[in-house]
């Protein structure tokens, strides 16, 4: 299975770490690390960019999902696919392992405004609409 069904419109159906989207059907949040320099990827990626080293020197590895809250918008015009979920909140998280993403925030107050900045917040892979594969961040 590849990145077919991840996020409510998929452009990149295949890459090299389209078993991301498997981990995440299973619950597992998953990145990737270099066992040579120790560098770590959330989203994966396949080679390291920080010292070259190829696809053999980089493995999966498990993310606990805790990370901190960078920043947050709330989205009134979407993108494709998100027509429908206007007005919703989207943040940027670091993750604790290191890493970072950008995902829908599921708890939103009623008033954006009592969002924190580096507040603590939690990431967990979700299957929305039809089928559909996201990850959401929850704050804690
Ligand atoms: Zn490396």
Same mark, same amino acid.
């Given at each position: 299975?590849? @990145?077919?069904? %991840?996020?409510?419109?998929? @452009?990149?159906?295949? +890459? ?8 995440? $059907? ?15 990827? @959330?989203?994966? $990626? ?5 010292? =070259?080293?190829?696809? &053999?020197?980089?493995? =999966?590895?498990?993310? &606990? ?14 993108? +494709?696919? %998100? ?16 890493? $970072? ?5 599921? *708890?939103?107050? #009623?008033?954006?405004? #009592? ?15 039809? *089928? $559909? ?8």
């Amino acid at each position: 299975m590849g @990145f077919d069904e %991840f996020g409510l419109i998929s @452009f990149v159906p295949f +890459t090299k770490v389209s078993d991301f989207v498997d981990y995440l $059907r299973d619950g597992k949040l998953k990145g990737t690390h270099c066992k040579k320099c120790g560098a770590v990827y @959330f989203p994966p $990626r396949p080679e390291c960019v920080k010292c =070259w080293a190829p696809e &053999s020197e980089v493995e =999966w590895m498990d993310f &606990s999902g805790k990370g901190t809250l960078l920043t947050y918008t709330t989205i009134h015009a979407a993108p +494709t696919g %998100f027509e429908n979920k206007v007005p919703y909140t989207i943040g940027v998280v670091d993750l604790a392992e290191g890493g $970072r993403l950008l995902a829908m925030i599921e *708890n939103t107050p #009623d008033n954006e405004d #009592d969002i924190e900045l580096n507040a603590e917040v939690e990431v967990e892979p979700k299957m929305v609409d039809d *089928n $559909r594969l996201i990850y959401v961040v929850k704050l804690i």
